[in-house]
Nanobody, 126 residues
Framework: QVQLVESGGGLVQAGGSLRLSCAAS????????MAWFRQAPGKEREFVAA????????YYGDSVKGRFTISRDNAKNTVYLQMNSLKPEDTAVYYC???????????????????WGQGTQVTVSS
């Protein structure tokens, strides 16, 4: 069974930065694409970013392009989300997710991901 544990959330002022981490259990982390999603109160879960199994390809939601960067360290079984120039509308619970496809490139669709973390709260004050 795979466990994903997010950390790094918190309260930050608009314009500030945070780095989220997601640590995965198991030996096969390095062959699966990973992604970050977020969910604000009363809204559907939204795609934020994805990274291919090797880290060579990355994808971003339109609302975070140019501000957020996804990366991974397969030796540490960890995926990161660097968030810069944060805005109040970035406030949400952030979830990491593991793709169900071996050697995949990642996807915008929640349906591709079969393991999810418990989430970490990010709050951006104006």
């Amino acid at each position: 069974q795979v466990q994903l544990v997010e950390s790094g959330g918190g309260l930050v002022q608009a314009g500030g930065s945070l780095r989220l981490s997601c640590a995965a259990s198991g030996r096969t982390f390095g062959i699966y694409a990973m992604a970050w999603f977020r969910q604000a109160p009363g809204k559907e879960r939204e795609f934020v970013a994805a990274i291919s199994w090797s880290g060579s390809s990355t994808y971003y939601g339109d609302s975070v392009k140019g501000r957020f960067t996804i990366s991974r360290d397969n030796a540490k079984n960890t995926v990161y989300l660097q968030m810069n120039s944060l805005k109040p509308e970035d406030t949400a619970v952030y979830y990491c997710a593991r793709s169900s496809r071996v050697y995949g490139s990642g996807s915008y669709s929640r349906n591709e991901y079969d393991y999810w973390g418990q989430g970490t709260q990010v709050t951006v004050s104006s």
